[in-house]
């Protein structure tokens, strides 16, 4: 879903598990849809982590737990590795979330979160280790992501770190765009630059 990113401040879904790889995050059964409706891969984002074998919710699974809400996912190290399977990105965005952090993305997953307006964001173990700790103490722990500043802040100790991220889909992100909307918003000086170079 397209949606301009400024200021992002929630609780959070902690994830404190590293390796969490595509399959896990959508399995590969799930890529034989026909549709791409928000709400059907959102619905089976970790899919078999959430439910039993026999189709019953697994009451141990965080996204299961109703102390746990926010569009905020605080996840362990080497997020997204595996299969570059867009519908990853997919399904993250279909469940709710807006802001993934981690320690460490797979390329390939980081940039598929961008496309799909969902904003990866880097941060040091420490800090990571220190919101996962925040998280555990209070569930209702908040994050604020600023991402005009490149910021994250952890609301419960006051600390920050600022996180990268590329100038351009900082500039989509900030302003719903996708790569479409962005070439046809600057289609005059596309038109501007062809005519003075004929």
């Given amino acids: 879903m397209k949606q301009k990113f400024d200021i992002i401040t929630s609780t959070c879904v902690p994830l404190p598990m590293e390796n ?4 896990q995050i959508i399995p590969a059964r799930f890529l034989k849809a ?14 078999d982590w959430r439910y039993n074998a026999d189709g019953t919710l697994n009451e141990n699974f965080v996204l299961n737990n109703p ?9 362990g190290k080497n997020f997204g590795s595996g299969s570059s399977r867009e519908h990853a990105a997919w399904a993250i965005a279909g469940y709710g979330f807006r802001v993934v952090i981690s320690s460490f993305f797979a390329d390939i997953h980081k940039n598929n979160e961008l496309n799909n307006f969902v904003l990866p964001v880097v941060v040091s173990e420490v800090f990571l280790a220190e919101l996962f700790a925040s998280i555990a103490t209070d569930a209702k722990t ?6 005009p500043n490149q910021t994250v802040t952890n609301k419960a100790t006051g600390r920050s770190e600022h996180f990268d991220i590329n100038g351009y889909k900082k500039h989509c992100l900030m302003n719903g765009l996708d790569d479409i909307d962005f070439l046809v918003e600057n289609k005059q000086k596309t038109e501007a630059w062809e005519q003075a170079n004929k």
């Fill in 20 to 23: 969490v790889d595509t399959d």
């Fill in 34 to 47: 026909t549709t791409r409706e928000e709400k059907f891969f959102g619905d089976n984002l970790f899919r």
């Fill in 67 to 75: 102390a746990y809400s926010g569009c905020i996912l605080v996840a």
């Fill in 142 to 147: 908040e994050v604020e992501v600023d991402l």
